[in-house]
């Protein structure tokens, strides 16, 4: 297996624009998470799914980000209206289960002007 | 609240020293703990986990849990320039259904 695969690896967009990070998890593997990592906060877990299913959304800081899980294969988190805040790296993870070790995607560095 | 707290570093030792990384956490119920390795600009990657009191070792790393203490310790033998990288504690805390990572510390072995 390739691992887990995020695109885009670097994205540069405006302020206002939208902005949508993609994710293929490990096959076989039931739980997809979305973290963010930032100097300030360090790895932040976004939102988990388990078989597709959204679980915990908890860490979703606003209502501009969104997240989907379509299939067992693909999952996308989407932010609209972008801020220079949301500047980071997000990073898609999948595991066997929920508490156990969790695969990282390489990443995708996020920088809104 | 759930916490895991580890000193954000710079920890620096020199090539062939022992390095030990240090995580506390929270919650005495805490079952599993994992320590992630993370070099500048790449993703986290596992290299240790622990669920047992006592030690676990595996080639030059070693991981301590102390539940009593609430602590997970990390050990790195005859320290490596190519083990310079930020250390990420992640434990699954009880009442909560996944892991929670610490801010990680940072490791520096100069040659």
């Known amino acids: 297996d390739a691992g887990v695969i995020q695109s885009p690896r670097h994205e540069v967009t405006e302020m206002g624009q939208e902005v949508t990070l993609r994710c293929k998890p490990i096959s076989g593997h039931d739980y997809l998470f979305w973290y963010r990592q930032t100097m300030m906060r360090g790895l932040e877990l976004l939102i988990y799914f388990n078989n597709n299913v959204p679980i915990d959304d908890s860490g979703m800081p606003e209502d501009r980000f969104s997240a989907k899980m379509p299939n067992a294969s693909f999952s996308t988190l989407k932010i609209q209206p972008s801020e220079p805040r949301d500047s980071a790296v997000y990073f898609c993870a999948s595991s066997l289960d929920r508490d156990t070790e969790a695969f990282f995607g390489q990443g995708t560095r996020l920088t809104v002007v | ?111």
């Open chain 2, 1 to 111: 609240q759930k916490e895991v707290e580890q000193n954000s570093g710079p920890l620096s030792v020199p090539e062939g020293a022992i390095a030990s990384l240090n995580c506390t956490y929270s919650d005495r119920g805490s079952q599993s703990f994992f320590w992630y390795r993370q070099y500048s600009g790449k993703s986290p990657e596992l290299i240790m986990f622990i669920y047992s009191n006592g030690d676990k070792e595996d080639g030059r790393f070693t991981a301590q849990l102390n539940k009593a203490s609430q602590y997970v310790s990390l050990l790195i033998r005859d320290s490596q320039p190519s083990d310079s990288a930020t250390y990420l504690c992640a434990v699954a805390l009880s009442g909560y259904s996944t892991l929670t990572f610490g801010k990680g510390t940072m490791l520096l072995v100069s040659p």
